[in-house]
């Protein structure tokens, strides 16, 4: 497959562990949590809090009046949140998988989820459908909604995340296939330059048996209702 949409440096490969459950990662335990899990840094979010109070400013607002006086924190707090996504990558959350075979797709659909356009910086939002042809493993299936999350949770732009949720399914898992559908509505051209609410983007990547055969991208789309 080509270089992986997650990350600009390269991932290291894996050692297969002789048990049936794998932890598919090259960081350590701690790393990995530590990706997920861990927090905003405090010092970040005060830097980030009074850089909003300086936007506030410069648009004329009074960052001290009663209605504002916490909301520089609010928004830094809202950033940390919507970017969490950032520094996460798919074997952090594809952690564990287990060897079983299936003569058809594994579908999960209507995956909720919420982000932020990179190039204004305020939300799209919609449903993704994620589907993959297993070869020798399967993973959980909350792990898959856990993958969209970690490419929502970061600035996006709706192409691109949809190539990363198929390329973190084919990296990890190494299924005959993988496809996403995504389906969102942009606040950016909703509420603001064209301002058409109730507009709605769709965008499908596919790889493997998915991109080649047309029948399984057909079939794909019946069983998630399209």
């Not at 530590?34 to 927090?39: K, L």
């Not at 970061?154 to 990363?164: G, I, K, P």
């Not at 898992?173 to 942009?186: C, N, R, Y």
Request: net charge negative.
């Amino acid at each position: 497959m080509p270089e992986s949409t997650w990350s600009a440096s390269p991932r290291s490969a894996s050692a297969e562990p002789a048990e049936d459950a794998r932890q598919l990662s090259p960081r350590s335990e701690s790393e990995r949590v530590d990706a997920v899990q861990s927090g905003p840094d405090p010092e970040r979010l005060a830097e980030v809090a009074q850089h909003v109070r300086e936007i506030l400013s410069l648009l004329g607002e009074d960052p001290a009046r009663p209605g504002l006086l916490d909301t520089p924190n609010r928004v830094a707090k809202m950033f940390a949140e919507m970017l969490s996504g950032m520094h996460v990558q798919p074997e952090d959350v594809l952690t564990t998988t287990f060897e079983e075979r299936s003569d058809g797709p594994v579908v999960v659909s209507n995956i909720t989820f919420y982000s932020l356009c990179e190039h204004h910086m305020v939300p799209f939002f919609g449903t993704a459908h994620v589907a993959y042809l297993p070869g020798e493993r399967i993973v959980g299936l909350s792990k898959i909604a856990r993958l969209v999350d970690a490419v929502s949770h970061r600035l996006q732009v709706q192409e691109r995340m949809t190539q990363q949720i198929v390329d973190g399914i084919d990296e990890i898992l190494k299924p005959h296939g993988a496809i996403a559908l995504v389906e969102a509505q942009h606040t950016c051209m909703c509420a603001r330059g064209v301002r058409k609410p109730g507009s709605s983007t769709t965008t499908l990547a596919s790889t493997g048996e998915y991109r080649d055969n047309y029948a399984l991208r057909q079939e794909f789309l019946r069983m998630i209702g399209r």
